[in-house]
């Protein structure tokens, strides 16, 4: 399961900010999650052909809610901003039915961003994933400037620009190209533009941190999931798995070495410009929103 982003869009001009160290290890820490998030679903969804990708995403959703627990438990984080960590623990109590009320959109938004990003992964290679996704920023601002008139300075604009290109360039000549997998990924990017929205409209007022919205989202998502899962019969089908029980399907290690032997990886000269340019681009845009242009 993707951390929750800030609370701020992706877009948003915020003031300047100079990298510590904290927040490059945070950086680094979010970066390498996120990339053995990527190759464990791909591993799991193509190489074993898993089936069912609602149970992967429950199962993210557990661990997310049980290690938020624990740090606070521990009171390394609290869920709200500028306030002591509260002496109760019980989860039933850690934030009111109000707020998980008000957070209510905000956790469903989530939960259609978390179903259809991992079955967007299903069907394309994890270069070409990781290239078609930078594009989430571009539905975003447009997503920004339909809701709320938000502009953008030219060198955001420019940085999307390069992001576009390079996935525009790398999938014209993507050798494993399928139309249905491009557009579940598409699909992914508007769902994910919809939760960052979601989370600027509603994250601030609920008085939650990033953390706290994590825990909301769990908490609303979760038992949702369970039992549409238990209605579709994935449960079952998943306590069927034939690879269940495999050594190379339960470790994590392992499978995430797994994309060196993924089929439907073919190198292409213009294929890795274009996946190289839309890094440039991410960068750049990186860039803009650190200082702030």
């Known amino acids: 399961m993707e951390p929750v982003k800030d609370q701020s869009l992706p877009l948003s001009h915020n003031k300047p900010a ?4 904290r927040g490059l290890y945070a950086a680094a820490s979010y970066m390498a999650s996120a990339v053995l998030l990527v190759i464990f679903n791909k591993a799991a969804l193509s190489s074993y052909g898993f089936p069912n990708a609602n149970v992967i995403t429950f199962l993210q959703l557990v661990c997310s809610c049980l290690i938020l627990y624990a740090m606070r438990y521990w009171k390394l984080i609290s869920f ?15 934030v009111s039915l109000k707020t998980l009320a008000q957070t209510l959109p905000l956790g469903l938004a989530y939960l259609l961003y978390m179903i259809v990003t991992m079955e967007s992964v299903r069907g394309v290679n994890v270069p070409m994933y990781t290239t078609l ?6 539905f975003t601002m447009i997503l920004e400037y339909l809701l709320t008139g938000q502009r953008h300075s030219r060198f955001v604009i420019c940085s999307i620009g390069i992001i576009i290109g390079g996935a525009v360039i790398a999938g014209a000549r993507d050798l494993a190209f399928d139309a249905s997998s491009y557009s579940v990924v598409f699909l992914a990017n508007i769902t994910t533009a919809v939760y960052f929205t979601s989370i600027a409209r509603i994250g601030k007022s609920s008085g939650l941190n990033s953390f706290g919205l994590m825990w909301c989202n769990g908490i609303i998502s979760g038992p949702i999931l369970l039992i549409w899962s238990s209605i579709r019969g994935d449960i079952t089908t998943t306590l069927n798995f034939p690879y269940l029980y495999d050594h190379g399907f339960q470790d994590l290690f392992l499978i ?6 993924f089929g439907g990886l073919p190198f292409d000269l213009l294929n ?22």
């Open 80 to 94: 709200t901003e500028g306030e002591l960590q509260s002496s109760s623990n019980n989860p039933a109590t850690i």
């Open 133 to 138: 996704r930078r594009t989430t920023v571009a």
């Open 18 to 21: 100079r990298m510590t160290s």
């Open 256 to 261: 995430g070495f797994g994309w060196l032997i």
């Open 272 to 293: 890795v410009a274009g996946q190289s340019l839309g890094f440039v681009g991410s960068a750049l845009y990186a860039f803009c929103k650190l200082k702030g242009i």
